[in-house]
């Protein structure tokens, strides 16, 4: 069936390290892909995005490729700080289903 | 603001208790989800609403049950409380075919 499949974590960097953390994921057709984060005490949101192969989510300096050929949607950015300290998830979507997958979470422990 | 809403923010019940969860979604989403989250483990989907129809399943247990209602919003009910219950209770909605927006959550403590 459908999944997606991310690190295990903890991630632990220090400030202005190189951030990247892996997902693959497993599905038919042509799903959309997300990367949620999720502060200490609060809901999810979404970070960024892609709905089709190639195409390069970015927020925030974070950034992402959704890569059909991998299977992959790694999430990267170029120096983290201290208050990228969260834990990560990735998420597929099956359009037509409307049904959301989730990966189990990473989380990054961003140090001073 | 993520524009889902979810009461109440809190609760603290004792084990063999019924409670209930409600969220109101975004203003033209028709999608709810409800996800468990305890404390070292990730994200467990429970259970999606479609224009108040049940869509989809997750690991929902028979204790659990839940409702989405003309008005779109949706309940959450969980009986016969254990102290595993304890837990954060997300809910969150979509449009079709689009992203998926959470609420700041319910953290029940089952005492």
């Known amino acids: 069936g459908d999944s997606v499949t991310q690190m295990e974590g903890p991630v632990t960097l220090s400030e202005e390290a190189f951030l990247t953390i892996n997902c693959t994921y497993t599905?038919?057709?042509?799903?959309?892909l997300f990367w949620y984060v999720q502060y200490p005490g609060e809901g999810l949101q979404l970070l960024l995005k892609?709905?089709?192969?190639?195409d390069k989510g970015s927020n925030k300096g974070f950034e992402a490729t959704y890569r059909k050929e991998t299977t992959s949607f790694h999430l990267e950015k170029g120096s983290v700080q201290v208050s990228d300290s969260a834990v990560y998830f990735c998420?597929?979507?099956?359009?037509?289903?409307?049904?959301?997958?989730f990966g189990s979470g990473t989380k990054l422990n961003v140090k001073p | 603001d993520s524009g889902v809403t979810q009461t109440p923010k809190h609760l603290i019940t004792a084990t063999g208790q019924r409670v209930t969860l409600r969220c109101s979604p975004r203003?033209?989403?028709?999608?709810v989800y409800w996800y468990q989250q305890s404390l070292d483990q990730g994200l467990q989907f429970l259970i999606q609403?479609?224009?108040?129809?049940?869509?989809a399943k997750g690991n929902i247990l028979e204790r659990f049950s839940a409702q989405q209602f003309p008005d779109l919003h949706s309940e959450l009910n969980l009986s016969s409380l254990e102290l595993g219950d304890s837990a954060l209770y997300f809910c969150?909605?979509?449009?079709?075919?689009?992203?998926?927006?959470f609420g700041p959550g319910t953290r029940l403590t089952v005492l």
């Open positions: 969150a909605s979509s449009e079709t075919g689009g992203v998926q927006y």
């Open positions: 599905a038919t057709g042509y799903p959309s």
């Open positions: 892609a709905t089709k192969a190639d």
């Open positions: 998420a597929l979507n099956k359009n037509n289903f409307n049904k959301f997958y």
């Open positions: 203003s033209g989403d028709l999608s």
């Open positions: 609403y479609y224009n108040g129809e049940e869509r």
